[in-house]
């Protein structure tokens, strides 16, 4: 099993930032993926961003050019740093790590952005 803790939410006027970290704990695997996946009320869960354990990034349209993955492999961190944040970034943010085939979610952390 593996763990996952969000850390990082909160409330932010938008423009602003805010940076996000996941820790990830228990049966690590050295070739994974991590990322940040978003899901609003009433909407499905969407990828914000991914990296794996070789450096490949991957966006969504919607963020790219504001936000900025990266992760810490001896620590077991993956981060988002959020910049220009708009009132359509609200939304709980979850952290999810992908290895040997299997999928873990962290609980999500909330992020609100105020017009």
């Known amino acids: 099993q593996v763990q996952l803790v969000e850390s990082g939410g909160g409330l932010v006027q938008a423009g602003g930032s805010l940076r996000l970290s996941c820790t990830a704990s228990g049966n690590i695997f050295r070739i994974n993926t991590m990322g940040w996946y978003r899901q609003a009320p009433g909407k499905q869960r969407e990828l914000v961003a991914a990296?794996?354990?070789?450096?490949?990034?991957n966006y969504a349209d919607s963020v790219k050019g504001r936000f900025t993955i990266s992760r810490d492999s001896a620590k077991n961190m993956v981060y988002l740093q959020m910049n220009s944040l708009k009132p359509e970034d609200t939304s709980v943010y979850y952290c999810?790590?992908?290895?040997?085939?299997?999928?873990?979610w962290g609980q999500g952390t909330q992020v609100t952005v105020s017009s």
């Open positions: 990296v794996t354990s070789g450096g490949s990034t």
């Open positions: 999810k790590r992908d290895q040997l085939r299997r999928e873990y």
